[in-house]
């Protein structure tokens, strides 16, 4: 069965983002910084009148984040009860996928990766939760 994907572009790959976690996409600006350095965390945002701290999953040296582009865009997602901005390189479109999950061998412990193929079937395309994009990312107290 397939279901609607928002395709969006970062870390050098392409990534599905179910359609129903994604509340709008903005162009991409500048942040407020955090008092405190929270890994992945660039910053805090205004969207609609409410602080959101903004995602950027792309490896920061030294605490540097890489400098905004004209194509960057921030997609508010809901993840949980919350509201967070994820940072994306490039927007593909809204499309309809057909997802496999496949097993990954490993150590013994179970490991999935949901994909799905565009159009060729050549290309595959990452198909990630919220939840599973910023799995692992601690946001520092007072962050929403």
């Known amino acids: 069965m397939s279901s609607s994907f928002l395709l969006v572009d970062m870390l050098r790959r392409r990534f599905a983002l179910p359609v129903e976690a994604v509340e709008r996409i903005v162009a991409a600006a500048e ?3 955090l008092a405190e350095p929270c890994p992945a965390v660039r910053g805090l ?3 609609g009148g409410e602080a959101l701290p903004v995602v950027d999953l792309r490896p920061a040296p030294g605490g540097l984040f890489p400098d905004l582009e004209l194509s960057d865009r921030f997609v508010v997602l809901r993840e949980g009860g919350r509201l967070v901005v994820l940072l994306v390189e490039g927007l ?3 499309v309809e996928l057909d997802v496999d999950v496949v097993e990954l061998p490993g150590d013994g412990s179970s ?3 949901s994909v799905a193929f565009e159009g060729d079937e050549v290309s595959a395309v990452l198909v990630r939760s919220p939840e599973a994009l ?6 520092s107290e007072g962050v929403p």
């Open 134 to 139: 910023l799995r692992g990312i601690v946001l």
């Open 111 to 113: 490991r999935q990766v």
């Open 92 to 94: 593909a479109g809204v």
């Open 45 to 47: 945002v205004n969207v």
């Open 31 to 33: 942040t407020v910084p």
